[in-house]
């Protein structure tokens, strides 16, 4: 990394509360709901997952899905890793609050080589961009996961000219620490947040 991006310590990724069964997770903000994953979710997801103004910033991490089948399949795989995950790591979907719709998708997991960096994501279907729904989940989400999760940072990855997801990362209070090739052997931007500098 040109410039240095400090270092989550192994030690931080431990859970202070034990989640029974994994994390199962129903968090509320102002517009939404972040909720676990259901297989029936198969259609909304593939609005994000599958949009061909979505997936090129996501890809390597997870290619273009094809169809509503290929998008189940995948959906029925996180649901299944979920309860393997060490809080705060997890997926979950994002919905509206007033019609339940699924406008988005977040993550926290580690990055690789999967030791100690802990990445924040979050994907939105494009009819959805321009609401702030971005913004408002992973501030939600970060909340969470530095009140639940033995955590002190977390790191926002993005590709130099995805500007809507530098732009999120900003408004998130995120601070640009250099970029690296490390991570999916391509060029990214790096930002990160630590605890003590968070705000609600």
Request: hydrophobic share 40%.
């Amino acid at each position: 990394m040109r410039s240095p991006a400090g270092h989550s310590r192994t030690c931080c990724l431990r859970p202070p509360t034990a989640y029974p069964g994994g994390v199962t997770l129903k968090l509320e903000t102002d517009r939404l709901l972040i909720r676990d994953w259901e297989e029936d979710d198969a259609d909304a997801a593939l609005e994000i997952f599958g949009s061909a103004d979505v997936a090129p910033w996501l890809s390597p991490a997870i290619d273009k899905v094809p169809d509503a089948a290929t998008m189940r399949l995948i959906l029925q795989s996180w649901i299944e890793a979920q309860p393997n995950f060490v809080v705060p790591a997890g997926r979950w979907a994002v919905a509206r609050r007033d019609d339940g719709e699924i406008v988005g998708a977040l993550l926290i997991r580690l990055l690789p080589p999967y030791e100690e960096d802990l990445e924040i994501g979050w994907q939105l279907r494009p009819s959805a961009w321009g609401n702030g729904y971005a913004t408002e989940a992973s501030r939600g989400l970060m909340s969470w996961a530095f009140k639940e999760g033995d955590v002190d940072e977390l790191f926002a990855v993005a590709r130099p000219n995805n500007k809507r997801a530098i732009a999120t990362a900003q408004r998130l209070g995120m601070q640009w620490v250099g970029e690296t090739d490390k991570y999916y052997d391509l060029n990214l931007q790096v930002y990160r947040i630590r605890a003590s500098e968070f705000s609600t």
